[in-house]
């Protein structure tokens, strides 16, 4: 899981489900410990209770009488129940509520338990004793009273209905309590991302809210990394525009010196003519910016049609029809600089290969954007094309053609970690097609 309220949303319902679960376990089995506490507790009254009506008689005979002091051991089938046994486990009396009842028996000796007579279940509590007669002899006794677990059941079931369905509100309740905190302790993130958005759309140039000290360091640093490559980048353009315009006059100079022959003349002219254009080509290589994941969109259909603009009046006697199926919202997340010489290298090509016809088309997918430049001309067979794309830039790479333009693409599209295809296209000539870091404005 990548989200991190997601990580600490699942670990507070873990932790909040167990909790919830450990603490009805420990509140169930208190509650029920209590109330088999309080049941033997009645049971051992009543048996009391009943020791205190029975009377001996002489001769050996036990009487109760007709009132017992609890109304229950008068009503059949109450669920509380009496006996008297003999000291050979006879009964003497039962309980007018035990009569057509079959209650479990019980070994001798105990004094509180539970029991089960077929699928009925009991609390009893038992005593023996020697109960003295009034000419001074003992007669052995034991008293037992039962009490059926319908009603306890019933109770605890209660109490468990009652306790889950608490706690099942307590725990949703403690849920959203910690979801509001975790939402309130995570929004310094979720600005951060926000103001990291607005960066990269260009809308502003550092983070500028306030954040925790937890935080602070992180965006000191961003923004200490942020101006640095700023600055950074402007010391480059600045070196790159200061040495292009100190090898302009040397170069200037050259050209205009005097020749002794045309011969002469003409090889100056040419070995000026390449290093200027090893210049130019060192220089876009140098300035292509590159890849950054903080660089603000470039909407591509303004700089695409300047430099339409410009190549048909350049090549304004060829008649190039032009025919471009741009998506709407199409950006390139990169340099504007960048853009223009991956643009105006393709372009050039293009219409200078071309026969009649050139197709441009762009659209996004996700954080790619995918350009297509094709032509009518010759094309390129395959194996000059891997060429083109495989070898490094050298001084043979400086000739009219493809070569060029294809070989700074390439690199540029490199510094992009991007990819470029040159394959044959539906119109006979080349395709180019890149694929760059770009989005969809809007």
Known sequence: MISLTARVGLIAAVVVALFTALTAVALDQAFRRSAERAAQERLAAQLYLVMADAELVPGGGLTMPIDLGEARLQLPGSGLYALILDGNGKALWRSPSALGIELPPVMAGERFGRSRQGVVDYFFAGLAVRWETSDGGEVPLR??????????????????????????????????GLAAALAWGLRPLRTMGEELKAIEQGQQEQLAQPYPRELHRITHNLNALLAHERAQQARYRNALADLAHSLKTPLAVLRALPQPDPRSARTLEEQVGRMDAIVQHQLGRAATSGRSILAAPIALEPPLQRLLATLAKVHAAKAVVVTSHIATGCAFRGSEGDLMELLGNLLDNAYKWCRHQVQISAETSGERLQLTVEDDGPGIPAERAAQVLERGVRLDELTPGHGIGLAMVAEMVAAYSGELRLEQGALGGLRAVLWLPGRRLG
């Open 143 to 176: 008293f037992l009273v039962y009490e059926n677990l319908t009603a306890f059941n019933a109770e605890l079931a209660g109490y468990r209905r009652s306790l889950w369905g608490r706690l099942a509100l307590m725990a949703v309740l403690l849920l959203a």
